[in-house]
């Protein structure tokens, strides 16, 4: 079956960086966009970025343009969101997501907090 696992949240301070990994498997990893969505507590998931199949192409929100990084390895089944420069507004549950065919995908998710 279908899983996104992701990794690598934690508590960091201001301006500092974080890795998150999405693991995922049960799927032809290689033929689909991927995307990371954030959540932050009393508010709405939002998108954060998206890598396309082959990783050619990223969109980012405005808000992490310029700070934050999406890249993905198809040999590993992971993508990847590099983070620095983090702010306590960055502060969320960030999750992975993907979507085959009519189904969409989520993994559990993985708190990062900024704070100093």
């Known amino acids: ?3 996104l696992v992701e990794s690598g949240g934690g508590l960091v301070q201001p301006g500092g960086s974080l890795t998150l990994s999405c693991a995922a498997s049960g799927f032809m990893f290689r033929l689909y966009a991927m995307n990371w969505y954030r959540q932050a ?3 709405e998931r939002e998108l954060v970025a998206t890598i396309s199949s082959a990783g050619r192409s990223t969109n980012y929100a ?4 310029g700070r934050f990084t999406v890249s993905r390895d198809n040999d590993r089944n992971t993508v990847y969101l590099q983070m620095n420069n983090l702010r306590p ?3 969320a549950v960030y999750y992975c997501n993907t979507k085959l065919g009519r189904i969409i995908y989520w993994g559990q998710g993985t708190q990062v907090a900024v704070s100093s």
Not at 62 to 65: F, K, L, M
């Open 89 to 91: 507004d960055d502060t």
């Open 1 to 3: 079956q279908v899983q």
């Open 41 to 43: 507590p009393g508010k």
């Open 62 to 65: 405005d808000s992490v343009t």
